[in-house]
């Protein structure tokens, strides 16, 4: 096999690998809410918790129901070592492929934020959460990673998505600019695919906005 055809073959490998981790990402999103619902259950409405919910007791857990058998989901993983005992990030969940991803460094990551409409918490998806991807706080092996946001509040969330966007776009850093594109739309959830040409290449994040307002 030719070098070009090689790298091809990964790239396509790679693209399906990133996709079956976003489907497994929005199915979750769709089962939590349904769950929590039909239980009368509510989450709190904090960060962390959220997150270790999702992850401990749905992402971790559903992986056989959905063919993700492979996949390990890990929480608050350390990134970018950069000597003297010390990293420079700490990921909300680092997901690898067991046995297939080549290096140690070759894993995507989600990086998980609330959103409740406010201007607050918008700039905090952006200035705490792209921007540690656009700047390399935290890498980017495969060149995509993905954004959840956890909507708390009822809000137009296409509106909101607008405001992210603008808030980004009018960073003094070029690096953090790019457009969202629709992606997927259904149920409680909406993705948007954004790219951003940074220091290493372009860089693909994808946002997921999941309505969790009716269990918060």
């Known amino acids: 096999m030719s070098s070009m055809l090689k790298k091809n073959f990964l790239d396509a490998l790679h693209r399906a690998n990133f996709n079956k981790i976003i ?30 919910i999702v992850l401990e007791e749905y992402l971790t857990k559903q992986k056989k129901a959905y063919g993700m058998s492979n996949y390990r989901f890990e929480p608050e993983a350390l990134e970018n070592y950069v000597g003297e005992g010390k990293h420079i990030g700490r990921v909300d969940i680092r997901i ?81 600019h790019g457009d969202f594109e629709l992606v997927t739309e259904g149920g409680i959830t909406k993705s948007y695919k954004c790219l951003y040409q940074i220091q290493s290449g372009e860089l693909e994040l994808r946002h997921i906005f999941s309505d969790y307002s009716s269990i918060i």
């Open 23 to 52: 489907n497994y990402v929005l199915n979750i999103c769709e089962l939590v809410v349904e769950d929590y619902q039909q239980k009368k259950l509510k989450m709190p409405n904090d960060e962390n918790k959220i997150r270790s």
């Open 96 to 176: 690898l492929l067991k046995s297939a991803f080549e290096k140690e460094e070759a894993y995507y990551i989600i990086e998980c934020k609330r959103i409740d409409g406010t201007s607050e918490l918008n700039k905090q998806y952006v200035k705490g959460g792209v921007a540690r991807f656009v700047t390399q706080k935290y890498s980017s092996y495969y060149g995509r990673n993905l954004m959840l946001g956890f909507v708390v509040k009822r809000i137009d969330v296409s509106a909101n998505a607008q405001a992210i966007e603008k808030i980004q776009n009018v960073d003094s850093d070029e690096k953090m």
